[in-house]
């Protein structure tokens, strides 16, 4: 009986750490993506400008930020209007 008890402990131990280094991960995931993109904003045409800042809306929407998230899908959406594509 112990040595399953000490087994059932190791396994709620092992999700536990393995769900502290998804969320760890994961988070430097997102930093990593973010810092790309907007790397590449001052760099980019008005086209590509304004999938990145999609992308970044993207990202931040999924992180939870949704203020940023709107502020920058309302940036592509202003440079996209401006864009005349004929």
């Known amino acids: 009986m112990y040595l399953n008890s000490s087994i059932q402990e ?5 999700r536990k750490t393995y769900s502290f280094f998804f969320v760890l991960f994961s988070s430097l995931s997102y930093s990593q993506k973010i810092d790309s ?15 990145l800042l999609n992308e970044l809306s993207r990202i931040y ?11 920058l899908a309302n940036d592509a959406k ?4 401006k864009m005349t594509i004929y």
């Open 37 to 51: 993109l907007e790397s590449l904003l001052g760099k980019s045409g008005d086209t590509v400008k304004v999938k």
């Open 61 to 71: 929407f999924e992180k939870g930020n949704y203020e940023k998230s709107e502020s």
């Open 10 to 14: 190791f396994t709620k131990w092992q």
């Open 78 to 81: 202003i440079i996209s209007e």
